[in-house]
């Protein structure tokens, strides 16, 4: 029998700091640079004359004027102050691993973070052995012949596609009747919206009874204007479709392409590879699967791998080995051109490398059958809490890396909201879980995902809290509404969030609108 975690007394801490303009006083300082040496202005001349008149600043910036210690204090301080992911994450969809400290370190030294993709390749040997690596380790996984690592994020993958695809029938002289690309309504909105973007129409099925589209809907809308099949596979719902091999075969049968977003691959991965499915494209997430950081277009890296007959429509340069040697070559006369600089973050690159290198393929098998675990786990024990559905409850089947599940109860008999759920959570030191992306299936939905990464304490601790949020929901609902209660900032008013006279975005903006007349 299992002993239920006890909740700990958590209280974030509250500095009630200023922004650090507001910190400044007139002539303080914390670094205090000598005089140009007189031997070095005799050989270069004035330093204030070695910028440009055109690039020289009329004022001088309104940077703020602090100590080094005030600096130290306030970061510190700010640091202290959770208002980001700090605790149990387990975020859906977005997969949080953890990021090996080793790694950050690694990859914030000069000899990585002062790399220049122009180098001169024999300098480059080491970073371009490692990308090169990563791509060979990705094709093992997918069956994929070629990767590029420069999309900024799965969605800058799946836009990747939507062009590829583009350039593909327009190669064949098709692009001006093959304007149709076929997504589902669970699979990740960027399918949908970088289809759109690249110029094509979208058609989106529903799902059925199953928690997937049927075979005959697929038929219903495969004809000559098909260009592509874009979908993941399993959904957040957990899902798996077992028909996909025939998905492939009927959009193919028609002269389309298909693309797996591989988003939720943690589930499968080692267990089933896109291109022995017939997938002639798939992409994965080095921030999500391969443990590398997650962050809205920044450290994000979307691999993008494809068949040989779709590499020459790849963006370049790639990197390429030739007699144990690595070099940089353009992308084909078909490239459909770049879609971010050169061989993207590269310090993303060099994370998922260690990762899969820490790993094996062992791992990698190991860590799949533990977020398979970790999730139906956590579905036989959240269905259990009072006011908590799983989707699809009628599907009577192991749901793979994910489950999404419905607190549509709760709100009908509480009035308490996922929203209100949410805000809760924080006050016992646990992020707030994950809804669900836009449109809603399912009312009230919150997607929580282990992955191999949180221990069973960790994910006991989790329920537990989610399990007395539920309970003070029916007992005491005004705790939950009126929550958070143990951070630094409460509940916020949106509103004045969409008054653009009442913010700003730098502080001279600030300063002119406070500005009394």
Same mark, same amino acid.
């Given at each position: ?58 004022? $001088? ?5 602090? +100590?080094?210690? =005030? ?7 700010? *640091? ?34 002062? &790399? ?9 040997? !080491? ?18 012949? *070629? ?24 190669? $064949? ?33 529903? &799902?059925?009874?199953? !928690?997937?589209? +049927? ?19 399993? =959904? ?33 991965? *080692? ?29 994000? @890296? ?13 963006? !370049? ?14 992308? +084909? ?10 061989? !993207? ?10 990762? @899969? ?14 977020? @398979? ?12 809490? $009072? ?28 009035? @308490? ?6 805000? $809760? ?5 646990? =992020? ?49 509404? +009126? ?35």
């Amino acid at each position: 029998m299992t002993t239920k975690p006890a909740l700990r007394r958590y209280h974030a801490a509250v500095w009630d700091e200023p922004i650090v303009m507001e910190m400044s006083y007139k002539g303080r300082r914390g670094v205090l640079f000598p005089e140009p040496d007189p031997r070095v202005t005799a050989s270069v001349g004035p330093s204030d004359q070695l910028i440009p008149a055109a690039l020289r600043r009329v004022k $001088r910036p309104a940077l703020p004027e602090m +100590s080094e210690p =005030d600096v130290l204090r306030h970061y510190l301080h700010l *640091s202290q102050q959770t208002l980001g992911m700090m605790g149990i994450s387990l975020f859906g969809t977005c997969t949080m691993k953890y990021n090996a400290r080793l790694n950050e370190a690694i990859t914030s030294r000069d000899e990585v973070a002062e &790399l220049h993709p122009r180098q001169h390749p024999d300098t480059l040997q !080491g970073a371009l052995h490692i990308i090169h690596s990563l791509d060979l380790a990705l094709r093992e996984l997918s069956g994929m012949d *070629s990767f590029t690592f420069q999309p900024a994020g799965g969605a800058d993958a799946a836009y990747t596609h939507a062009c590829v695809t583009r350039a593909y029938h327009a190669a $064949r002289g098709e692009l001006e009747t093959r304007d149709e690309i076929i997504t589902t309504i669970q699979s990740h909105p960027c399918n949908p919206a970088t289809a759109a973007t690249a110029g094509f129409k979208v058609i989106t099925l529903t &799902l059925e009874e199953n !928690g997937y589209p +049927s075979v005959e809907a697929l038929k219903s809308v495969v004809s000559s204007r098909t260009a592509a099949l874009m979908v993941n596979n399993p =959904d957040d719902m957990g899902i798996y479709n077992p028909n996909i091999k025939e998905w492939v075969r009927i959009v193919h049968e028609a002269g389309g392409l298909c693309f797996y977003d591989h988003a939720n691959f943690n589930g499968v991965m *080692s267990r089933l590879r896109a291109r022995e499915l017939g997938f002639d494209a798939c992409m994965f997430m080095l921030h999500k699967t391969f443990g590398g950081p997650k962050g809205g277009g920044g450290p994000a @890296v979307g691999a993008y791998g494809c068949s040989n007959a779709l590499a020459p429509y790849l963006p !370049g340069p790639l990197v390429v080995e030739h007699d144990g040697a690595y070099r940089l070559e353009p992308g +084909s006369d078909m490239s459909i051109g770049r879609v971010r600089e050169f061989f !993207g973050n590269m310090q993303t690159v060099i994370k998922a490398y260690a990762w @899969v290198r820490a790993m094996g393929a062992q791992g990698i098998a190991a860590a799949a059958d533990i977020s @398979v675990l970790a999730n139906n786990y956590m579905t036989q024990k959240l269905t259990q809490i $009072r006011g908590v559905t799983c989707s699809h409850p009628h599907v009577d089947a192991w749901r793979m890396e994910m489950t999404r599940f419905s607190l549509e109860t709760l709100e009908r008999e509480t009035g @308490v909201t996922v929203f209100d759920v949410q805000n $809760r959570m924080v006050d016992f030191g646990i =992020d707030a879980f994950w809804l669900a992306h836009e449109p809603w299936i399912v009312p009230q939905p919150f997607t929580p995902e282990a992955g191999e990464m949180w221990s069973k304490e960790d994910i006991d601790t989790w329920i537990a809290v989610l399990e007395q949020i539920c309970h003070e929901a029916y007992t005491t609902p005004d705790i939950v509404r +009126s929550a958070p209660h143990n951070h630094p900032a409460g509940r916020i008013d949106g509103g004045p969030l969409e008054d653009p006279s009442r913010w700003a975005m730098t502080w001279r903006a600030h300063l002119k609108k406070r500005a009394t007349p």
